[in-house]
């Protein structure tokens, strides 16, 4: 079955700087991959989600890029900010399923 | 439109002992998912529910089952409890069209196995 592999487990960075995580996964046919932030004590919320008929997506100071050849996608974070910490999670998915194979988790820290 | 509600949030139970939650969707969301998450396992899916028929299921042994009515809540039994059981155990829901569409999770149900 699908497996989803996600880098680093943590990741700090300096307010104002950016993050970058990344995903591989390893079924071809993944054709759908959110990206779900989770506060701690809080329920997963979708911070954005790319298509693989598309190779990158922005929404604001967040973009994912999707490289299908090599099966990854990444996520990035630029102008860092104290609320942007928080546990990152990566998921994807195919055939239309509303069945989400996860990534580990990223705890991301922004230092102020 | 009001969110994704999960009942009870909290639960302790003794091995053996069966437990079932309860997940009302998004009105108007047609499919419902049920995902454990663990420190030591992370995000596991576990089955979705979608015009009260499993459409997907995870790798989970037979003790985790669910349902869905016609109003599109949603319940989850797991039975003969074990201590690995101890989880939060999240749903969520989504319009599920013809593509995969955004999930919606719910608080989550942390149980807790003695």
């Known amino acids: 079955g699908e497996n989803v592999e996600q880098h680093p487990s943590t990741l700090s960075v300096q307010e104002g700087d950016s993050a970058v995580i990344k995903c591989t996964y390893s079924?071809?046919?993944?054709?759908?991959f959110p990206w779900y932030k989770q506060e701690l004590g809080k329920r997963p919320q979708l911070i954005i989600d790319i298509r693989s008929n598309v190779g990158e997506k922005k929404d604001q100071r967040i973009a994912v890029t999707l490289n299908k050849t090599a099966k990854h996608f990444s996520l990035h974070i630029t102008e860092t900010q104290p609320e942007d910490s928080a546990v990152y999670f990566c998921a994807a998915s195919k055939g239309g399923a509303q069945k989400l194979v996860f990534g580990q988790g990223t705890r991301l820290t922004i230092n102020p | 439109k009001a969110g994704v509600t999960q009942t009870p949030r909290y639960l302790i139970k003794t091995r053996g002992q069966q437990v079932t939650l309860s997940c009302s969707p998004i009105s108007g969301h047609r499919s419902v998912s049920w995902y454990q998450q663990t420190p030591g396992q992370g995000l596991q899916f576990l089955f979705e529910?979608?015009?009260?028929?499993?459409?997907n299921k995870g790798n989970f042994p037979g003790r985790f089952s669910g349902r869905q009515f016609s109003n599109s809540r949603s319940e989850m039994n797991v039975s003969t409890l074990e201590l690995g059981d101890s989880a939060l155990y999240l749903c969520a829901s989504s319009f599920a069209g013809a593509l995969t569409d955004e999930q919606f999770f719910g608080p989550g149900t942390r149980l807790t196995v003695l």
């Open positions: 529910y979608f015009s009260e028929t499993q459409r």
């Open positions: 079924d071809s046919a993944s054709n759908y």
